[in-house]
Structures are given as C-alpha cells and as structure tokens.
C-alpha cells in the first residue's frame, strides 16, 4: 500500500519536473523570439541603441541554456528516464543549442545593425532584410509553437518553409554583389548587409533543426538530412 | 399502495382463483392453478420485453399495450423521458448562447486555472493571438504567447497592471493584456486589439517631434536677421524696441521648440543606461552657481550627501535640476529662500526641492506636470517659463523609474520630491570622497 503510493509520488514529481523543464525551454523560446524581433527593427529603424542593447542581452539567453542544461542532466542522472521521456530530454537538450544558436546570431545581428545606422542608409531602408527577418521570424515563432503543441503537422511546414529563406538568401546575395560592382564606396556597407542576411539564413536553417527535433520527439523516427518526404500531409 | 397496484394484485389473485376453480370443475385445481400462473406469467413478461424495447428505442407509443400497471408505469417513463430531453436541449441551447455572445465579443477572452493552464478561449483570442480552443486547452498560455513581457504579467501581484505586445500571428498589431481573477483561482485573460491607439500616439509624438523640428530653421533665419538689425546703427530709434522684444520672443520660442524636442525624445527612449555614475552633489553646486548672483534670485541652500551617487545620464539629471530650481526661482520672492537637498537611504534617494515661495493650490497640483499648463494664465508666461520644464522632469524620472511627488501650501512654499529606487543609487562610505 505504502509503496504504491509512493512510487505515484515520485512520478508525480517527475511529471512536474519534465512539465517545468518543457516551460523554462519556451520561455527561453520567447526571449529568443523577442531578441530576433528587437534585432530586426533595429536595422530597419536604423536604432544603433537598440541594436546594442540586443547585444548586451544576450548573456540573459545564454543563462538559460545553462541552467536548462542542468536541469537536463539532473533529471537523466535521478530518474533514469526511458521511451518517450528519454526523447523529451534528448530533444530538449538539442533544442536550446539551437536557440542559444539563434540568440548568437541575434546578437551579431543587433550589432550590425548598430553599426549600418551609424552609415547613410538606402533609399529602400532594407526592405529585402525587413521581409527576409519577418520570414524567419515567423519559422522561429512556427517551430517554437509546433514545439509546444507538439504538432508534427506545424514542423513540417517549418522544415519546408526553409527552402524559401534559403532562396531569398541567395536573391539577396546576388542583389549585394552587382550594389558592389556597380559602386565599389558601398562594399563597406553592403558587406554588413550580407552578414546580417547569412545571420538570417543561419537563423532559419536553426528553426529548421528545433522542428526537426520535434518530430523526432514526438514520432521518435529521425528525420534529419532525409530531405521532405512526400504525402507528409498524412503525418499528423 | 397505489390505487394500480392494488388492483394488479387483485386482478392477479382473481386470475389465478378462475384458474384454480376451472380446474376445480375438472377435478384438477392444481393443474388449473398452474396454467393460470403459467399464462399470467407468459403475459407479465411480454410486458417486460416490450417495456425493454420502448425504453431501448425511445419510442413509447407502439409499444404500450392494455393498461392498469403497466400502462401507467409506460407513461410516467415516456413523461420522464420527454422533459429531460427537453432539458438537454435547453441547457444545449443556454451554451450555444453563451458560446456565440463570447464568439461576438471584440476583445479575445482566455480562462486559466490556477497553472495558467487554458480552460477555455473565444474566436477572437484565436484571431487576436492564435490560441486554438481546441488544441491548445490544457497548454500553459505563456508557453503559446511566449512574449517576456505576458510572463511578467502572469507573475505579477499587480491587478491592476496591463501590458502590450506585439501579436504573436500579426507583426503589425498590438495587444493589451489583462488580467482579472475570478472565482476561487481561476483568471480571466483579456487580450485587446490597440494597434490603432499606437499607431496614433505614434503618429502624434512624430508630428511634434517633425513639427518643432521644422519650425526650427525658419526661426533661425528671423533670429538673425533680427540679430542683425538689432546691431544696425542706422536703424531709427523708435524701432529698437520693438526690434529688441522681436528678439526676446524668438529666443523663447527656440527655447519652447527645443524643449519640445527634448521630450518627445524622453517619450520614445526606454530606461535610462545605468552605466555612468553622477555624482549629484556636484550638480547642485553647478546649478547654485550658474542662478546665484542674478537679480531677483533668493538665497540657495544646499544640503547633499556627497557619498551617494546616482546612476544614469548627467545631462538628463542635470536638465531636472535646472527645470526644478529655476520653477523655485521664478516663485520665490528674493528675500525667501530655496533649499536643494540630496539624500540616500535604505530604499533609495530622494533630490528634494524646497522652496518659501507663493506656493500652489491643492487643486492645481494633479494637473502641473501636463505641458503647457498654467496655474495662472497671465503670470508664469511673463517670468519666461516655457511651460514644459515639469512634463521634461517627469518624462526623465520615468525613464528612472522614480516619481516625482509635490507638496504644497499656497503662500508657505513648496516641495518637489523626486525620489529613485535603490538600484540606482550607489553609496560610497564618507571619508572615500575626495
């Protein structure tokens, strides 16, 4: 008697202790969110202060992954966790690699824009950047919910939308190369213009990867460096 | 004993009493007793099976035969039957109400239990934020809306708090939030679409800032000209009046439109950096020196602790200095008195502005800090007061978190109180100082 409620004690602890560690991860998730979005506007508005205080935050994400990691390994060092919770884990401690990734790139990108500001400004103020950051913004955002409501359905879409950005990289590319060859004074600025969109890019394929972890957490088949497959509409 | 059944039994006893007297004339009342009970107990169980059949179809009606007991015992089940239906249907429709005036509802509404975990949400919490009624019951809210700022909320003791973030489905729009608890430990999250209110006050802070930024370059160009004539020898006597009070007001207005400026930057910027320390002692001697020695200026006292600093911009907490002393300059009368004070303690510092000027009437006090408001109209705007110095020392101490409070009695004298909190004072032991 004794132990049967005993053991229901324990795993209701371990039930908590997996529900608040899926909680700190998306919290992480949001400041990253908030981070990449504040990084944007600062190079559309052309806000160096903004730009640096993106920067300077960082260090708050990477706290996070620290202590996540902890948590992680304190959870696979006490319960001994198997099957679905091994996944969760697994997956989990994947995932904030990630987005400390995308904090990074944040981070470098809230730097550039604080320098670009500080230089004249094109007439389009950015425009390809601005729609290329709301594009992996939202993959961000995407990735971040299917992680939430475990949504295999959402992640794929994620996965897929990754090809777009990557085109959009590549036009931008192109579009900075011929600014450069026309006019050799704006290689300084452009060059900034092109970190910021490989940034972005890199921001993307990060996005990719968390969705990717998630259907592995959630179906616990592998789907990395397999490609799309077809009729992944039935996979929900 | 209900009249029906009294009458089963009896219509029973009867039954089996012919059987046993049939019997009895046939010299066999056993036989005839048991054939009796035999029918009768044929009938009762067609009864039951039919009985069965009505209750497992719902229908009643073709089922009911003869009456006594068990046509009354079909009626009163057909009764029941009907007026829970009736019920469901009326309960199903109360919530189909309920339902589609909280579909209606403009403003997305989000039950929580006591874990912010999402019981219920309307159509326009799906469509202000894209919390799905379905899937997503059951998900804690902030691990759907993940902006720092709703944690915040959520975490908050403060009912009366409210904040905005940008929609999580729509980066063009704006969110206000809220929080209202209800009933033991559930809460109810209101989630408001206020991107248009933004979107003016932006447009607002934009004009003024575009506005006085504009005005500025004309007025340069009157200001020299006037500059110029003003030093013209050949200019008739007469006009040098005039000519001296054109330039007056243009200083003022490039004062008045400089000020506007430095506010509506105040308005847009977040909280100040912390990174400077100033030493605020110094600041009030500086602000004494430059006022002491003018005519009509009364007596200025200062009494600073020189060990706490203040982190934050030194032009900024100088602009307040400057906004406050010279308010208490311009009502003091010259034999009064103005005393500057700077002190910390455990729960901050206080920079405090003592007058014993005119003093201000209780009723104006709410309302000084609003931009371009005159206690009295005709006055203040001769003594070259630009109308905005306390909307500025207000918009500065919000950029610190610290709140200006004012106390005053009319003809005694007044005191302006800022204080900060004490993560932005920083004490240093006397005897440290240089």
Partial sequence: MEASDLTDHISRRFNKDLEDLRNHVLAMGGLVEQQLSLAISAIVSGDSELGLKVAEDDYKVNEFEVSIDEECGRILATRAPAAGDLRLIVAIIKTITDLERIGDEAEKIGFLASKLAAMDRPSDSYRELKTLGHHVAHMVRDAMNAFARLDVEEAWEVVREDERVDEEYESIQRQCITFMMEDPRSIKRVMNVTWCARSLERIGDHAKNICEYVIYMVQG???????????????? | MSDAARKFVVGILLFLAAGTVVGWLYDRPVVGLMVAALLGLLWQVR??????????????????????????????????????????????????????????????????????????????????????????????VDNILRDPELTRLLHADDQSLTIEMVSPIDDGSWLNCRLVPYGGDQKLLLLRDVTERIRLSKMRRDFVANASH?????????????????????????????????????????????????????????????????????????????????????????????????????????????????????FTPTDGEITLIWRADADGADLIVVDTGEGIDAEHIPRLTERFFRVDKGRARDKGGTGLGLAIVKHVLARYDAELSIDSEPDKGSEFRCHFPADRVVVTPPGSVS
Wanted: proline share 3%; no cysteine.
């Fill in chain 2, 47 to 140: 009864q039951l099976l039919s009985f069965d059949r009505a209750l497992r179809t719902g229908n009643f009606d073709d089922f009911r035969q003869g009456d006594g007991i068990w046509e009354q015992i079909f009626s009163r089940f057909q009764y029941e039957n009907e007026k829970a239906t009736r019920r469901k249907l009326g309960y199903r429709q109360l919530l189909r109400e309920v339902r589609k005036s909280t579909n209606a509802m403009p403003d997305g509404a989000v039950i929580l239990n006591s874990d912010n975990e999402i019981i219920a949400s309307n159509r326009a919490a799906k469509q202000l934020a894209g919390i799905k009624r379905k899937k997503d019951r059951g998900q804690r």
């Fill in chain 1, 221 to 236: 088949r592998d789907v990395r460096h397999t490609g799309v497959p077809e009729g992944t509409k039935s996979d929900s």
């Fill in chain 2, 214 to 330: 504009e005005l500025r370059s004309p007025l340069t160009v009157i200001a020299g000209y006037l500059d110029s004539l003003a030093d013209d020898d050949d200019m008739p006597a007469d006009w040098s009046k005039p000519v001296a009070q054109m330039q007056a007001q243009a200083q003022r207005m490039r004062h008045i439109l400089g000020e506007m400026l430095e506010l509506s930057r105040l308005e847009s910027a977040g909280t100040a950096n912390a990174d400077d320390a100033i030493d605020v002692s110094r600041l009030l001697e500086d602000a004494r020196s430059a006022f002491e020695g003018h005519a009509d200026v009364a007596r200025i006292l200062i009494d600073a602790d020189p060990g706490a600093q203040l982190k934050g911009s030194a032009a900024e907490i100088e602009t307040v200095i400057v906004n406050l002393l010279s308010n208490a300059i311009r």
